[in-house]
């Protein structure tokens, strides 16, 4: 049951995260929201785990930077980007293709052919998609869905290289490695931003939620999900994000008065029918 409880968490904290940092990169930009957010977390589990400091063996390095720039770096560069662009609603909606993406680079690895099923599943869950995608109503927007698109290839990316260095050293140290990472790479964007956009000025709201977004949906949620992962294996963990975007759209609605339209209900549920429907056996 702990691996699960593990799941429930990250998806109640990672739903919520979208009207969170929706509402803080108005305040903070994009990269430097990302930065702040990882620094903190690193900072946080650095006193957690130096007595269990290992060497990183040569051959782990690269699968140590790729974890970072694709489960930190760019995933949220392309996130906080798209969420300065878009709405919760739409970006969580979209983050649900990402079960449907690692079931077909699942079987794209065994070399097998996705059964009819998935394909069905597939152009389902594009057609919402799309039906999201073509609707600029002011506070979503077509750029903007796109870069989220980008934040799904990221995620999918990081879920099987986490099974590859899973059981190799403790979770909460990886954890902690991956974030001092992402947090460092993230410096130059948020120094261009910086001196593009001029110092961020945040109210005490957008530091409270800088603080949420690092401690809880980053140093706990991360660590939680490393240890999820390999107890339940990645497609079934990341079948488990298919829950995510109903919290995120409820948050949406609820915390930041997004509009609720017939297309948005459409959409969602011809993405949540054709992940349901991939994951037929």
Same mark, same amino acid.
Not at 134 to 149: P, Y
Not at 158 to 181: A, H, K, P, Q
């Given at each position: ?5 593990y799941i429930?968490?990250?998806v109640l ?23 702040l957010r ?6 946080? =589990? ?32 392309? +996130? ?42 597939? =152009? ?68 261009? +931003? ?61 915390? =930041?008065? +997004? ?23």
């Amino acid at each position: 049951m702990l691996p699960i409880i593990y799941i429930v968490f990250c998806v109640l904290v990672w739903g919520l995260s979208f009207s969170v940092t929706r509402s803080a990169v108005q305040q903070i930009p994009p990269l430097t929201l990302a930065s702040l957010r990882f620094f903190l977390a690193a900072a946080l =589990l650095w006193p957690l785990t130096r007595k269990m400091d290992v060497a990183l063996r040569p051959k782990d390095r690269k699968l140590i930077w790729a974890l970072a720039l694709s489960g930190i770096s760019f995933y949220f560069a392309f +996130e906080n980007i798209g969420l300065k662009m878009t709405t919760a609603s739409h970006a969580s909606l979209i983050i649900a293709t990402i079960p449907l993406g690692t079931e077909l680079v699942s079987a794209w690895r065994i070399r097998k052919w996705p059964g009819v099923n998935t394909w069905l599943g597939a =152009l389902l869950a594009l057609g919402g998609v799309a039906m999201l995608v073509v609707k600029d109503d002011g506070s979503a927007s077509l750029a903007g869905d796109m870069v989220m698109l980008g934040a799904v290839a990221c995620w999918i990316a990081y879920t099987f290289l986490v099974e590859r260095v899973s059981g190799r050293y403790d979770n909460l140290l990886i954890t902690r490695w991956i974030m001092w990472i992402g947090a460092i790479t993230l410096v130059p964007g948020a120094l261009i +931003e910086c001196w593009w956009y001029g110092v961020p000025q945040p109210t005490a709201l957008a530091w409270g939620q800088v603080v949420f977004l690092g401690i809880v949906c980053s140093a706990l949620a991360y660590d939680f999900y490393n240890r999820a992962v390999p107890a339940l294996g990645p497609a079934v963990a990341n079948s488990a994000i298919y829950f995510i975007p109903l919290v995120g759209v409820v948050g949406g609605i609820v915390l =930041l008065d +997004e509009p609720v339209t017939a297309a948005l209900f459409l959409a969602g549920a011809l993405i949540f029918g054709g992940v349901l429907v991939a994951r037929l056996r």
